[in-house]
């Protein structure tokens, strides 16, 4: 009757020291999960203190208007519009009627 209570309590301690065993486990894995995310956000940090310097630079400064179509003094802003309808052909120039230099004598000394 001994040797039941005795095997008993060593079962239950080999079980609880197997749950240790995988909660350790579970531990070990969750640790280096969380240190490759602590390596990434160091490296997410450096670099929005790099952007943050260069946001603050001139040449970022115009590079971000100039992406927003803003102008500075100086330039000559171009508006592209949509055409509207279908597209119509223009008409072809075509040359004024040849006049005679007598005819066009007369009509300056007529005022017309």
Do not use: H, I
């Not at 609880?16 to 894995?29: Q, S």
Request: without cysteine.
């Amino acid at each position: 009757m001994a040797a039941v209570g005795v095997a008993t309590v060593v079962l239950v301690y080999v079980v609880r020291l197997f749950g240790l065993g995988v909660d350790n486990y579970r531990a070990a894995g969750t640790r280096d999960r969380l240190a490759a995310e602590v390596t990434a956000l160091s490296q997410d940090a450096v670099d929005l203190g790099t952007a943050a310097a260069d946001a603050q630079t001139d040449a970022a400064v115009e590079r971000w208007a100039r992406r927003r179509s803003w102008a500075q003094p100086g330039d000559y802003p171009v508006v592209v519009v949509a055409p509207t309808g279908s597209p119509t052909a223009a008409p072809s120039p075509t040359a004024p009627p040849r006049r005679d230099p007598w005819d066009r004598l007369r009509r300056w000394l007529k005022g017309r």
